[in-house]
């Protein structure tokens, strides 16, 4: 429906994959493997992109062989420790057990989509249903309100990894926003575009929004 190419699609070895070329030269891979023990069917899918090398494909088979090699326990002990880890550095009580609820729901988001050597969390983060067409508001950044309350909390929560994110994210974008405001504001310094790729490239919209020139200055 967005004009690409269809998708590769392969199997072997217990392996089955699909490569899809994208936009802006980016290429992806899907990767699932499977191995059964006793009644136990185990499965290792692993989502890699040219960006992880040159040869996504791959570079995803490995991964999902290496993780059947490890084996779901070790694996499961890791993830394990990391959450234990996650969920003791800081916690809130709430006599209304609904808004606790939801509490605990969004500090789970900063830990599955907001990891400090990671991309943040854009309009829907990691959770975008894919129906065939672009997800809302294309499932961009939208650096006003969106990223704003997204990242406010972080620091009051203690957790210093979901911030660093977003924060390193921007930094290393910092020479794309020098750019950005000297090629369309005619100034020095540096602007965020308000509604922006994952490169930090201005996708425009709404230009009340999508280019407004206040949206670095929080």
């Known amino acids: 429906a967005r004009g690409y190419d269809p998708a590769e699609f392969g199997e072997e070895d217990g392996m089955t994959w699909m490569v899809q070329e994208a936009a802006a030269g980016l ?76 509490y ?24 975008t249903r894919d129906d065939g067409g672009l997800p809302p508001w294309k499932g961009d950044y939208h650096h006003d309100l969106n990223t704003q309350m997204t990242y406010l909390p972080y620091h009051t929560a203690g957790l210093t990894d979901a911030g660093l994110s977003f924060i390193r994210y921007n930094w290393e ?3 794309r926003y020098r750019e950005f405001a000297k090629t369309f504001y005619g100034v020095d310094g540096a602007a965020m575009p308000g509604v922006a790729t ?15 020139p206040t949206h670095a200055l929080w």
Do not use: C, M
């Open 104 to 127: 605990n729901l969004v500090k789970y988001f900063y830990g599955a989509a907001s990891r400090s050597d990671a991309p943040p969390i854009p309009l829907q983060g990691v959770w």
């Open 173 to 175: 974008l910092l020479p």
């Open 198 to 212: 994952l490169a930090g490239q201005p996708t425009g919209g709404w230009s009340q929004y999508a280019l407004a």
């Open 27 to 102: 290429t992806y891979a899907v990767v699932v493997a499977s191995r059964s023990i006793g009644d136990q069917l185990q499965l290792a899918i692993a989502i890699t992109s040219n960006r992880d090398g040159d040869d996504p494909l791959a570079i995803g088979k490995q991964r999902v062989t290496a993780a059947l090699e490890t084996g779901y326990d070790t694996l499961f002990e890791t993830h394990k420790k990391w959450w234990d880890q996650f969920w003791s550095v800081s916690s809130v009580s709430i006599p209304n057990p609904r808004i606790e609820r939801h």
